[in-house]
């Protein structure tokens, strides 16, 4: 069963905005932090930006001032809104959450959106 769905991904040219959203299932009892993590290839996957469930937080320097992360708790969805964006940008996007399904705090990741910024 899927449990994060991503969605918003797509080609965009350098400058761009994108927003992308991650859906997590209604089965989570409790959802604490969620976050966008991005890998390109032949690269590691990074942090891009995490919120907690009371709306702190935090970005990867690369992209503060571009990217605001948001979330509704009430429908167990978080966004990221990707302004001025650049080629180096261009990554598989992956949700990632902490929650509980009923037996413990898990660590969830999502299918991947794939990003891709034309110079």
């Known amino acids: 069963q899927v449990q994060l769905v991503e969605s918003g991904g797509g080609l965009v040219q350098a400058g761009g905005s994108l927003r992308l959203s991650c859906a997590a299932s209604r089965s989570f009892v409790s959802i604490n932090v969620m976050g966008w993590y991005r890998q390109a290839p032949g690269k590691q996957r990074d942090m891009v930006a995490v919120i907690t469930s009371r709306g702190s937080t935090n970005y990867a320097d690369s992209v503060k001032g571009r990217f605001t992360i948001s979330r509704d708790n009430a429908k167990n969805t978080a966004y990221l809104q990707m302004n001025s964006l650049k080629p180096e940008d261009t990554a598989v996007y992956y949700c990632?959450?902490?929650?509980?399904?009923?037996?413990?705090?898990?660590?969830?990741w999502g299918q991947g959106t794939q990003v891709t910024v034309s110079s």
């Open positions: 990632n959450t902490y929650g509980d399904l009923g037996y413990g705090t898990r660590q969830y």
